[in-house]
T-cell receptor, first 119, second 111 residues
């Protein structure tokens, strides 16, 4: 079984600054996906960024980037130029890839980190 | 674009009552799943389905039933609600690209 750990229950950052959210995971699998999801006060789950384990290059999406360290089983999220709209709960999540590349839609989530961006 | 639609968004039950959370998706996704979200525990998988007629248990299946008679629908049934089932419930659908598409969530309170 996989576990995902987010050791920072809460973080805060000033607007326009950079913040990094930590995530570690434990798995014996070699093929998997890793995700960061954002949950604003509206409760909607929004995909922020995705990383395939076989890719060495770190994923980036505009102001969001990850530092994926496969050997260390670490997957941190960096938010640059933080904006007030980034205030949300952020979840790190793991998805195993089964034979043939199927995933079955099964995610294992971390506990979440509440990020507050201050003006 | 409807995506994943969950109903109801809010529900209050008394202990022992039964109810069904409805979930429908219009993206022709093979996989559908139900998660519950509790403070400090993230989201945990209750049940999932890999296609019509095929379901399986997730991490926390006790007290919940599911069925999938069509590709589009994946209802979650609570047969005898308990206070421990007070939670926010999310339905999700996906294909093999890995990304899950979530509904807006349903807040359930069991008194």
């Amino acid at each position: 079984a996989q576990t995902v750990t987010q050791s920072q229950p809460e973080m805060s950052v000033q607007e326009a600054e950079t913040v990094t959210l930590s995530c570690t995971y434990d798995t014996s699998e070699n093929n998997y996906y890793l995700f960061w999801y954002k949950q604003p006060p509206s409760r909607q789950m929004i995909l922020v960024i995705r990383q395939e384990a076989y890719k060495q290059q770190n994923a980036t999406e505009n102001r969001f980037s990850v530092n994926f360290q496969k050997a260390a089983k670490s997957f941190s999220l960096k938010i640059s130029d933080s904006q007030l709209g980034d205030t949300a709960m952020y979840f790190c999540a793991f998805m195993k890839q089964f034979a043939g590349g199927t995933s079955y839609g099964k995610l294992t989530f971390g506990q979440g980190t509440i990020l507050t961006v201050h003006p | 674009n409807a995506g994943v639609t969950q109903t109801p968004k809010f529900q209050v039950l008394k202990t022992g009552q039964s109810m069904t959370l409805q979930c429908a998706q219009d993206m022709n996704h093979e996989y559908m799943s139900w998660y519950r979200q509790d403070p400090g525990m993230g989201l945990r998988l209750i049940h999932y389905s890999v296609g019509a007629g095929i379901t399986d248990q997730g991490e926390v299946p006790n007290g919940y039933n599911v069925s999938r008679s069509t590709t589009e629908d994946f209802p979650l049934r609570l047969l005898s609600a308990a206070p421990s089932q007070t939670s926010v419930y999310f339905c999700a659908s996906s294909r093999d690209t890995g990304e899950l598409f979530f509904g807006e969530g349903s807040r359930l309170t069991v008194l």
